[in-house]
């Protein structure tokens, strides 16, 4: 994703959100991907996008797909697609990158604005009211680099349609979710719950398989972190 490029009641979602929304609207960023982040940009023209978000600051071509990077503001966005738009990420939410995600919530008691800076994915769990949402296999051992560890959790669930939205959560060692608890010993948990079912070799080699019940355990666990990355695109 870096490289090529995310329980309580909804009133409280909005509160919780209530201050980083408030810091991420005073950044000249949040009007434009406010405009693109929403299911109707997914299929549509890269020329409509790049009337929102202004020319792509590099283009790369891998085969028939075209990978192009623009900055907003100081916000960097990630688009795959030719002519059409197939995905759209922000690979780093900040207080100066970030959109208004109401315009995405599937729960018809969000009505927004709803900042996806500050969201939690328990936030993001109940803002698209759907029980489908699975942890995806990603690097849970000695990612990154020595300078710059990383640990990197992705939960995917489906939007409407075709369409799915990504969520990640990147780990350096310093991240506190919601309640103040060390994300990092979160991760280390879970590392070690999956190593108990499938043994060392497989969750250090990023072969461990994920079911039902171990994504409902990553979600649990991660319920009060905070979403850093976010996509939507559409499904292969």
């Known amino acids: 994703m870096r490289k090529n490029v995310i329980v309580s009641a909804i009133s409280l979602l ?4 209530a201050p980083r929304l408030a810091q991420a609207q005073s950044g000249g960023a949040y009007g434009k ?3 693109v982040f929403e299911p109707g940009i997914v299929g549509a023209t890269t020329d409509y996008l790049e009337s929102v978000l202004g020319p792509a600051k590099r283009k790369d071509q891998l085969g028939d797909t075209t990978f192009r990077e623009y900055q907003v503001g100081g916000c960097r966005v990630e688009v795959t697609g030719g ?3 197939k995905t759209i990420a922000v690979p780093e939410l900040s207080s100066g990158c970030s959109f208004d995600f109401a315009k995405l919530a599937t729960n018809p008691d969000v009505t927004g604005p709803v900042s996806a800076f500050g969201m939690t994915f328990g936030d993001l769990y ?8 699975e942890f995806r296999r990603d690097c ?10 990383e640990i990197g959790f992705n939960f995917v669930t489906p939007l409407r349609g075709r369409l799915h939205l990504s969520a990640w959560l990147y780990l350096t060692g310093e991240e506190k979710d919601r309640k103040g608890k060390d994300v990092f010993d979160l991760a280390e948990e879970f590392k070690s719950y999956l190593i108990s079912r499938q043994g060392q070799d497989k969750v250090y080699s990023v ?10 355990r990553a979600m649990g666990l991660f319920e009060d972190s905070y979403v850093n990355a976010v996509q939507i695109g559409q499904d292969n």
């Open 83 to 85: 002519d059409t738009v």
């Open 140 to 149: 849970l051992h000695l990612c990154g680099n020595a300078a710059a560890p």
């Open 207 to 216: 072969e461990y398989d994920i079911s039902r019940e171990d994504s409902d």
């Open 126 to 133: 109940r803002a698209l009211s759907l029980p489908d949402i």
């Open 14 to 17: 909005l509160l919780l959100a």
């Open 33 to 35: 991907l406010t405009q």
